[in-house]
């Protein structure tokens, strides 16, 4: 089996395919070209498994009847793509070069990466509110990752804001340590699925405040409370809290392909249901494209695809 990392040194290698972030849909890429012999490497800039694996519990992944936790269900995607030979390597890419052409360049903060074929599988990541005190406090009671800083908020009053599943599936998760979650949604139901509802307003650790935005985040060295607004009343209130954790939507990784690749007005790639992008020998998986749907098995079932249409490109 391959060394799953690679130094700098090795980045003038000529691989196959280079697949551009190792979440779900990057692993599943990368088992499926690595088993057609391809050679195959995944440039990841943080932890194989993306956000699934900030995830503290999936329970909607096929054959997981128990469920599994994200970090699980990551480390087992990386060692099935490795086990046929795809290689990894930790890296924050940079930008594209020669994009259009046979053998393509992809810039790393670390080294240069080439491939015949790409595979885009950045992701997205968490939007910010965009109000006074979010950056400020960003580290300081703002969190975006409750499974990753949840254990920080002991005892504490802490506010969700968001109504989709993540924000209400983190909120539920955040009750094991905080002595109560205030969920903060900007209408007056929420959209997360039905059963994720069903427990977290069976939660008594739970409250929710609807019809209601934030205005602004305030504290000394740390959170302290929110400023809100009732979107229906324009009633500004006060709510004491510790912590703020923002779930309000996604922002596609994909600054690094305005020019390159078509993308659409929010910045997510544009690809057909092969996962080919407009630039031939491209294609673009998961999350950072435009899609109804996303999920882990989704950005998978994206991975699976985008890996076959590479094969066939790379042998026409």
């Known amino acids: 089996m391959a060394d799953q990392t690679l130094n700098s040194s090795q980045g003038s ?26 050679k ?35 480390q087992l995607m990386e060692r099935h793509a490795t086990r046929f030979g795809a290689e990894i390597t930790y890296d924050e890419i940079v ?30 990541e968490q939007s910010k509110l965009g109000v006074p005190g979010e950056e400020f406090y960003r580290g300081r009671g703002v969190s975006y990752c409750a499974t990753c800083d949840g254990a920080f908020f002991r005892d504490k009053v802490v506010a969700v804001i968001g109504g989709g599943d993540s924000a209400v599936e983190e909120g539920d998760f955040l009750t094991r340590y905080a002595s109560k979650v205030i969920i ?38 740390f959170v302290k409370s929110l400023m809100l ?8 209130s006060h709510l004491p809290a510790e912590g703020v954790f923002v779930y309000v939507g996604l922002k596609p990784n994909s600054e690094f392909l305005k020019g390159i690749i078509q993308l659409d007005a929010g910045g997510y790639v544009i690809a057909n249901e092969e996962m080919e992008t407009n ?36 042998h026409e």
Request: with cysteine.
């Open 40 to 74: 195959t490497l995944v440039v990841e800039k943080g932890i194989p498994g993306g956000q699934a694996a900030t995830t503290f519990h999936v329970e909607n992944y096929p054959g997981f009847p128990d469920g599994v936790s994200g970090m699980e269900i990551s």
């Open 13 to 38: 290698e000529l691989y196959d395919v280079v697949i551009l972030g190792g979440g779900p849909g990057g692993l599943t890429a990368a088992l499926y070209t690595a088993r057609s012999r391809l």
């Open 279 to 314: 630039v031939a020998g491209i294609f673009a998986i998961g999350d950072v494209t435009k899609k109804s749907l996303r999920q882990i098995i989704t950005a998978a079932g994206d991975g699976a695809v985008a890996a076959m249409a590479a094969d066939r490109y790379l």
């Open 229 to 236: 607004r009732n979107v229906k009343t324009a009633v500004q």
């Open 184 to 221: 903060i949604h900007r209408r007056d139901a929420l959209r997360a699925a039905k059963v994720i509802q069903e427990r977290a307003l069976a939660n008594p650790k739970i409250e929710f405040c609807w019809n209601s935005t934030v205005q602004e985040i305030r504290g000394d060295d």
């Open 95 to 124: 930008g594209l070069e020669d994009y259009d052409q046979k053998v393509k360049v992809v810039r790393g903060g670390e080294a240069s990466y080439r491939a015949r074929a790409l595979i885009i599988a950045t992701g997205a």
